[in-house]
């Protein structure tokens, strides 16, 4: 059976909110839940995620007006991501000015158009800037057009896409988990506050220039160039995504760095310090460092991302704004923690493994999305169709 093709108003009512007037106390504080554009992230938005409310006097006074749950909302404008981002309302509320609210007839479930306008979050976005502008409005969205197959059938194909939306969200859960005690466990390994079994030397207080020091070997012209970054450390610029401006000057003024020297980077008074696992040019901004005595440098690359020292380094360089360089003096100023080379292999062991099991579900949460989005290219096109189960009776 064929699947027709459906303008999205042609199958629901569509609708924005309104804010009443913030100076007038009477309109705020009431039982009325009020959406921001902002809770409107490809979610569901039930009662306890709503943070303000309205009075029905506020209601009446403004544009606002009660949405009924099982309505899907839609941001029409907002920077980043936000513009074009859907949630499931499902709970009654107002909504503001900056929110399209699609009320679906009875023809259309409301879980298969969400999943259809995830599917379609490009071409929305798209749709807006076509039109000479970088808002979405009501008639733009009215024109959308996606299959509708019949009834059982779109709760069919919601019902299996919901299924791997509930994989992932429970995936990113485990990391969020893992990611909140990984941080817990790294501050308490890192300061000494807990100890591995088998070790209870105290540890000792470096100056910074006692462990590293400033290193600026130029004129190696034909190696590759690294960029710096707070996520990934240093790596090479081909690794990055998207396009990548090429450094100004030449190449014989940047400096080398080889695998386990750690890097000053402008903005390492927000993210610390970043570690090299490759060889290449760096531009001669940054700030090279190399151990001048025996460490594990894992145990150094966990340290110069913690918490700790990002306080101690934003001590050593208070009232530093940002674009100006952190200077190798600012540094040697800091004192590092210093414990045993067998204790700093045994802390990074342990972190490493921590980390290598959340660099692991990430992947798997990718896979996982990945596959979504393959189903969702068959199912919500009409590619595949689905057999749809028999009522009992029928």
Same mark, same amino acid.
């Given at each position: 059976?064929?699947?027709?093709?459906?303008?999205?108003?042609?199958?629901? *009512?569509?609708? +924005?909110?309104?804010?009443?007037?913030?100076?007038?106390?009477?309109?705020?504080?009431?039982?009325?839940?009020?959406?921001?554009?902002?809770? =409107?992230?490809?979610?569901?938005?039930?009662?306890?995620?709503?943070?303000? *409310?309205?009075?029905? !006097?506020?209601?009446?006074?403004? +544009?606002?007006?009660?949405?009924?749950?099982?309505?899907?909302?839609? !941001?029409? =404008?907002?920077?980043?991501?936000?513009?074009?981002?859907?949630?499931?309302?499902?709970?009654?509320?107002?909504?503001?000015?900056?929110?399209?609210?699609?009320? @679906?007839?009875?023809?259309?479930?409301?879980?298969?158009?969400?999943?259809?306008?995830?599917?379609?979050?490009?071409?929305?976005? #798209?749709?807006? #800037?076509?039109?000479?502008?970088?808002?979405?409005?009501?008639?733009?969205?009215?024109?959308?057009?996606?299959?509708?197959?019949?009834? $059982?059938?779109?709760?069919?194909?919601?019902?299996?896409?919901?299924?791997?939306?509930?994989?992932?969200?429970?995936?990113?859960?485990?990391?969020?988990?893992?990611?909140?005690?990984?941080?817990?466990?790294?501050?308490?390994?890192?300061?000494?506050?807990?100890?591995? #079994?088998?070790?209870?030397?105290?540890?000792? @207080?470096?100056?910074?220039?006692?462990?590293?020091?400033?290193?600026?070997?130029?004129?190696?012209?034909? &190696?590759?160039?690294?960029?710096?970054?707070?996520?990934?450390?240093?790596?090479?610029?081909?690794?990055?995504?998207?396009? =990548?401006?090429?450094?100004?000057?030449?190449?014989?003024?940047?400096?080398?760095?080889?695998?386990?020297?750690?890097?000053?980077? /402008?903005?390492?008074?927000?993210?610390?310090?970043?570690?090299?696992?490759?060889?290449?040019?760096?531009?001669?901004?940054?700030?090279?460092?190399?151990?001048? =005595?025996?460490?594990?440098?894992?145990?150094?690359?966990?340290?110069?991302?913690?918490?700790?020292?990002?306080?101690?380094?934003?001590?050593?360089?208070?009232?530093?704004?940002?674009?100006?360089?952190?200077?190798?003096?600012?540094?040697?100023?800091?004192?590092?923690?210093?414990? $045993?080379?067998?204790?700093?292999?045994?802390?990074?062991? /342990? /972190?490493?493994?921590?980390?290598? &099991?959340?660099?692991?579900?990430?992947?798997?949460?990718?896979?996982?999305?990945?596959?979504?989005?393959? /189903?969702?290219?068959?199912?919500?096109?009409? &590619?595949?169709?689905?057999?749809?189960?028999?009522?009992?009776?029928?």
């Amino acid at each position: 059976m064929t699947t027709r093709s459906v303008n999205l108003g042609s199958i629901a *009512k569509i609708t +924005s909110g309104g804010t009443p007037d913030r100076e007038n106390p009477t309109y705020w504080g009431g039982t009325v839940p009020w959406v921001k554009t902002t809770l =409107v992230q490809n979610c569901e938005i039930g009662l306890d995620d709503i943070d303000e *409310k309205i009075t029905e !006097a506020g209601l009446k006074s403004s +544009s606002a007006k009660l949405i009924p749950a099982g309505s899907i909302l839609m !941001a029409m =404008v907002g920077q980043g991501k936000t513009r074009g981002q859907v949630a499931i309302l499902t709970t009654d509320a107002a909504i503001n000015q900056n929110c399209a609210a699609i009320i @679906l007839s009875d023809e259309a479930y409301y879980r298969y158009v969400y999943q259809q306008l995830l599917f379609r979050y490009e071409e929305i976005r #798209n749709a807006s #800037n076509s039109s000479g502008q970088q808002n979405l409005n009501a008639g733009l969205i009215r024109e959308l057009r996606m299959p509708l197959p019949r009834l $059982p059938e779109q709760e069919r194909i919601a019902e299996i896409l919901v299924a791997w939306d509930t994989a992932i969200q429970k995936t990113e859960q485990l990391i969020a988990a893992k990611e909140r005690h990984f941080a817990a466990t790294s501050h308490l390994l890192l300061t000494s506050r807990k100890r591995l #079994n088998g070790f209870s030397m105290k540890w000792g @207080l470096r100056r910074a220039d006692e462990i590293f020091e400033n290193i600026s070997r130029k004129g190696h012209l034909n &190696e590759p160039l690294l960029s710096v970054t707070q996520e990934r450390g240093v790596i090479p610029r081909d690794m990055l995504e998207g396009r =990548v401006s090429m450094p100004s000057g030449e190449r014989d003024a940047f400096k080398l760095v080889e695998p386990g020297n750690f890097v000053i980077s /402008l903005r390492s008074f927000q993210g610390g310090l970043e570690h090299s696992n490759y060889r290449g040019l760096v531009s001669p901004a940054y700030t090279v460092l190399r151990e001048l =005595v025996e460490i594990d440098e894992r145990f150094f690359r966990h340290y110069f991302k913690s918490a700790d020292f990002i306080k101690r380094l934003s001590v050593a360089v208070i009232g530093i704004r940002d674009g100006k360089q952190i200077s190798f003096q600012d540094f040697c100023s800091i004192k590092l923690p210093f414990p $045993p080379v067998d204790e700093q292999k045994a802390i990074a062991l /342990l /972190l490493d493994e921590a980390e290598g &099991e959340i660099g692991l579900l990430r992947d798997y949460t990718d896979a996982l999305k990945a596959q979504k989005r393959g /189903l969702m290219q068959k199912l919500l096109t009409g &590619e595949w169709r689905l057999p749809v189960r028999k009522q009992k009776g029928a």
